[in-house]
């Protein structure tokens, strides 16, 4: 066990934690602790918009993933995750920040009425479970290595999420925008040194870029064959779009100080992501170099334990200072946001309309309070799940806001004609749908991607829901005025 290194990353751990005590004193009501006064500058909102996915899968699944198949194994994540900002950024900041709204929820009670909204608030919190559990098996993980396995990874969860937990439900998101820009900078730093210092223990840039030409993994459409390519469009669109109706990426991007701030952080946000997710791979592809088959065999077993055994086993203390500074900056700003979106879109969304008439005092307490109630539960599923890994745990998160969510969202916002009777028969049309392409239910999901399936029926009950009940209007409205005549 180093304890220079374990000092090291229990000092940052406490810096953190001082960040979001003093944020917390700025907190004064509702719109400061959610989206923190709507006042972040342009640098802000790309950090924290870009802090949204670079997180546990990105530094230790996506790399693995790489080495194994190429790109093409990497379509959701970080291509469609990266492009689903950049779309936000593009056709929705501007138009959801007008609207002035606290939550993504807000929104669908506007357009839809308090039913959708309540229905398409649940899915969005159900679908964070997988997100979060996620990011604090990888917090327990990341004790357990650093400690040389003295603490168990179930002891490091549970100290992973008290140390988020701590910040957030203290300083809410001007705590995590605050952390989001100091633990990106060290991201950044350090995982460029890290990549640079990797290289030279590799033989040099040219050496892995050969590597990898040699293995083709640069290759990322798939062949020219229907079930591969609905297949791979079906993995792009899960994050890309499924990723859009979610609390987390519209709390980042609705926290700017403006709209044109919005539009751009979110845009640069994402392609920042994509470009820089290219870093980790690299990294792991020189570990495959300096530790031959037995990097591949973690990769293929226990791909999780890739970067971290790499690094601990071929760098010097500093290196392994600043890899874990980077991990758990990765992973803290990933898991501090997604445990404050669901429990504000519970307390706006789903307490407000079971205790209408709450002050805002009253509000900002019972956000704070689902904050630890959602954190619990999602360590005790975290613990539960220990052993699934964490690319599976991410991967399904948002398949249920693509086929639930988002049709109504995006129809709402650019088609006129769209009504609450098209959101609820697309919701139904969508998830049952998805539903019937489960495994356990059909072997239809094994011709064609259940998400994609479901989506497409989500837009044809929003078009059929919304136009059908206008026409037959329409088709009844001549002859009542003749009966009255």
Known sequence: MNTILITSVVIYLLGTLGLGVWAGSRIKNTADFAVAGRSLP????????????????????????FVQGGLNGLVEDPFGAGTCLILVGLFFAARLYKLNLLTIGDYYRARYGKGIEVFCS??????????????????????????????????????????????????????????????????????????????????????????????????????????DVVFF?????????????????????????????????????????????????????????????????????????????????????????????????????????????????????????????????QQLLAMRITIVVFAVLVLSYAIAMKGTSIYELVSSAYQVTLVGAFVPLVMGLYWKRATTQGAVLSIAAGILTWIVFFPQVSSLGAAFPGQLAGLLAGFVGMIVGSLVPQLVKNRHEPHKTAVHV
Request: hydrophobic share 55%.
């Open 122 to 227: 649940l899915a969005i919190i159900l679908s964070y479970l997988g997100w979060v559990a996620a990011q604090i098996t990888a917090l327990g993980l990341v004790f357990s290595v650093l400690t040389g396995g003295a603490m168990s990874e179930t002891a490091g969860m549970i100290v992973g999420t008290l140390a988020v937990l701590i910040y957030v439900v203290v300083g809410g998101f001007l705590a995590v925008a605050i952390t989001d820009f100091i633990q990106m900078i060290v991201l950044v730093v350090g995982m460029s040194i890290i990549a640079v210092f990797s290289s030279q223990l590799a033989g040099g840039t040219d050496n892995v870029l050969h590597m990898i030409q040699q293995k083709d993994l640069w290759n990322f459409l798939p062949q020219a064959k229907f079930t």
């Open 42 to 65: 342009l640098v802000m909102v790309i950090t924290t918009t870009f802090a949204t996915w670079f997180g546990a899968e990105t530094v230790m699944g996506i790399p693995a993933r």
């Open 233 to 361: 469009i079906g993995a792009a669109i899960t994050m890309m779009l499924g990723s859009i109706p979610q609390q987390d990426v519209y709390q980042r991007v609705m926290s700017a100080k403006d709209a044109p701030t919005a539009r751009t952080g979110a845009v640069i946000g994402g392609a920042s992501y994509i470009l820089f997710a290219f870093v980790p791979m690299f990294i792991v592809a020189c570990a495959v170099i300096v530790m031959g088959n037995e990097a591949m065999e973690l990769a293929k077993n226990d791909y999780q334990r890739v970067l971290p055994t790499f690094v601990m086993t071929r760098m010097p203390l500093v290196m392994q200072i600043l890899f874990f500074g980077a991990l758990l900056s990765a992973i803290k700003s990933t898991s501090s946001a997604t445990l404050l979106a669901p429990s504000t879109s519970f307390t706006e969304n789903i307490l407000k309309n079971l205790r209408p008439g709450m002050s805002d005092r």
